[in-house]
């Protein structure tokens, strides 16, 4: 066991996530039945002995070399060829779903953004067009939609910020800072937009209440992209599920449950007395009849339970162009 323990060591936790992948389920460790346990162990024992064996006992020579260069190529090989193969495995419409893992923007500002300015508390998202300047405000659910919001505002020649940090509008981000990064860059406009939970909690209300009366008073407008509809599972999960059991738990989302779910929004405009014209509500395009749609065409709105997927985000693409004619008209 001592001459095959480190061999053990590589091989084994790669083993067990393998075997208990299955589709958005994430890393699952441990076993689930004796099945699966017998399996990992043989697993386990096999591929250790050949690492040992073959591998790790290798002592350089021109042959030793030789298969070195060719496991070099074949991993190589692999890397660029496995994911088409695996790809044969899975229908089309399996393929399309899996693809919603990829259909979306990067976090927040990017990595490089908060390599190269540290201390910037906002970012600029696409390019500086030296014109009007819009700040996309919100926490995940805004990330999600940036990428599709700014392309609408740069058709407009409007420049997108961003908030670097996934919190703002909370104590630790407080509006102070923020009203000092929009003097700061010559923003002129605010949209806002936030997962309907941040309006179930009253401390996140009342800050927002005070950030609003405060961009009132140096004269910048607010606006607001309701929140979207958002669903009790995974969505691509449930809609794999959907394509092997045409019977499924799969609970949709209707009106009425958005209804039930933003309802702390609504009093916030309602408490605030929050124009009109100056909101937009996703549950207009999204949920059109009673039911909520979370795919168009196989293609899943969502890459999770509530976050937008570029593809969803399109969706939302006439709000975006009336926010940015609203924009130049008002500014």
């Not at 599709?148 to 909370?170: C, H, R, W």
């Not at 899943?300 to 924009?327: C, K």
Request: charged share 15%; hydrophobic share 40%; aromatic share 14%.
């Amino acid at each position: 066991m001592g001459d095959y323990s480190y061999s053990v060591y590589l091989v084994h936790f790669p083993i067990i996530v393998l075997v208990n992948y299955s589709e958005f389920g994430g890393t699952t460790l441990g076993y689930k039945n004796i099945f699966q346990l017998i399996t990992i162990i043989i697993l386990t024992i096999v591929s250790s002995f050949l690492l040992y064996n073959y591998v790790e006992k290798l002592r350089y020579t021109k042959n030793t070399l030789i298969s070195i260069f060719v496991l070099v190529v074949a991993c190589f090989l692999l890397g660029i060829f496995g994911i088409k193969l695996n790809k044969l495995n899975y229908s089309e419409n399996e393929i399309l779903i899996f693809n919603a893992w990829k259909d979306k923007a990067p976090y927040r500002c990017g990595k490089l953004s908060r390599i190269f300015n540290p201390k910037s508390k906002i970012c600029l998202i696409g390019e500086d067009l030296n014109g009007d300047g819009v700040l996309l405000l919100g926490n995940s659910h805004a990330d999600s939609i940036k990428t599709v919001f700014q392309k609408s505002m740069e058709d407009k020649g409007i420049t997108t910020y961003f908030y670097v940090a996934n919190n703002p509008l909370t104590p630790s981000q407080n509006a102070e800072v923020i009203k000092n990064e929009i003097l700061l860059n010559g923003i002129n406009s605010i949209v806002i937009h936030y997962h309907p939970i941040f309006y179930g909690i009253n401390m996140n209300v009342e800050i927002m209440k005070d950030f609003v009366e405060l961009m009132s008073e140096i004269d910048i407008r607010v606006r607001f992209i309701a929140p979207v509809p958002v669903y009790k599972h995974h969505v691509p999960k449930m809609m794999l599920q959907l394509l092997n059991e045409p019977i499924s738990n799969f609970l949709l989302t209707d009106y009425k449950q958005y209804k039930i779910d933003t309802e702390g929004f609504y009093k916030f405009l309602n408490d605030s007395n929050i124009s009109q014209e100056n909101v937009w509500y996703p549950h207009t395009i999204y949920c059109p009849e009673s039911k909520c749609a979370y795919q168009k065409n196989g293609v899943p709105y969502y890459f999770d339970s509530g976050h937008l997927t570029l593809t969803g985000a399109r969706e939302l693409q006439p709000f975006f162009n009336e926010i940015g004619s609203q924009l130049l008209s008002n500014n």
